[in-house]
């Protein structure tokens, strides 16, 4: 992986004396220059780096405020950033330091010192970066169900919560279907559950290329799903669960399985709710709602219900 230091100083030439120490040091593959902290957010808008290396002095944007915009930035604020003073200026130094410094180096610079600095905080992005990639996986694991790769129950309670906060404020729309397979429990009596886990991944395969690359699909629990549509109201939803229950009638799940030939016949039902068309409270109406709807459609088998206030509990 590029390694890519970015250097700030007005002057010209204490640019170019760093960058060649740092060369010679074969520290980076990319050296990147600004005149000053104006610059320098120009280029950290369109290149990431590793390590900035930055005068306090400096016309337009000095240092400090350099400093202080890129500790307030969440996607720049882990980047090791060192200053560089004049000897004896200790109250920049105290500064530097109190609004988020990692390091100093004085001018006029030690090249040893420049080297050892430099490689201590290129480790330290090197843990920082290994930690953010293994916690971003554990975030994974705790919403993604493992059978299917669709988020999970939890993600799915999350997520409905969030739009329905969304859509309350900025009077949006939004659709939750719950989604049921009918008659799934065969497929386990007759060819067992790993079949059946292959069934399940099939149906995933199938809803998640029904909707929209925003919308929300989940496992909600057993052979049942979930799915949120942003900004939906019920006609577009009809549109979705047709298209769902076609696909799923059309198909042939497991068919590559030797024993299983023909592939086995399924089918869907979905219940529907719409917020705000259908009076709810919180987001756990909607799932009470949509469930009051999927156990309607399931009367019918291979259709969809879209709630209304009418329906038997």
């Known amino acids: 992986m590029e390694k890519r230091v970015l250097v700030i100083d007005d002057s010209e030439q204490t640019r170019k004396n760093l960058i060649e120490i740092l060369k010679g040091a074969k520290l980076f593959n990319v050296y990147l220059e600004a005149e000053d902290g104006v610059e320098a957010f120009r280029i950290l808008?369109?290149?990431?780096?590793?390590?900035?290396?930055?005068d306090v002095i400096m016309p337009r944007m000095d240092g400090f405020k350099f400093l202080a915009l890129v500790k307030k930035d969440r996607e720049l604020r882990d980047i090791p950033v060192i200053m560089l003073t004049i000897r004896g200026e200790m109250i920049d130094k105290i500064r530097g330091l109190d609004i988020g410094a990692d390091d100093y180096i004085i001018k006029p610079f030690n090249a040893d010192e420049l080297i050892a600095k430099v490689k201590v905080f290129l480790r330290i992005k090197a843990l920082q970066d290994d930690l953010k990639t293994k916690n971003l996986e554990l975030e994974k694991l705790s919403v993604i169900d493992h059978l299917t790769q669709l988020f999970n129950r939890r993600y799915f309670y999350d997520t409905l919560r969030k739009e329905f906060k969304?859509?309350?404020?900025?009077?949006?729309?939004?659709?939750?279907?719950?989604?049921?397979?009918?008659?799934?429990?065969?497929?386990?009596?007759?060819?067992?559950?790993?079949?059946?886990?292959?069934?399940?991944?099939?149906?995933?395969?199938?809803?998640?290329?029904?909707?929209?690359e925003h919308d929300t699909v989940a496992r909600y629990g057993g052979d049942e799903f979930g799915i949120i549509l942003p900004q939906k109201n019920g006609d577009g939803s009809k549109v979705v669960a047709e298209r769902i229950i076609r696909t799923v009638d059309d198909y042939r799940f497991a068919k590559n399985v030797e024993e299983i030939k023909e592939g086995i016949k399924l089918t869907v039902s979905i219940g529907i709710v719409t917020y705000p068309e259908h009076k709810v409270a919180n987001y756990e109406d909607i799932i009470k709602l949509a469930d009051l709807a999927l156990y309607n459609a399931k009367a019918k088998r291979n259709s969809y219900c879209i709630y209304n206030e009418t329906l038997k509990k």
């Open 45 to 54: 808008s369109r290149d990431k780096v590793d390590i900035i290396i930055s």
């Open 166 to 212: 969304r859509s309350e404020r900025y009077n949006l729309k939004v659709t939750s279907m719950l989604i049921d397979l009918d008659n799934f429990k065969e497929v386990n009596d007759n060819y067992g559950h790993l079949i059946g886990d292959l069934v399940l991944k099939e149906v995933a395969m199938i809803l998640v290329g029904s909707v929209r």
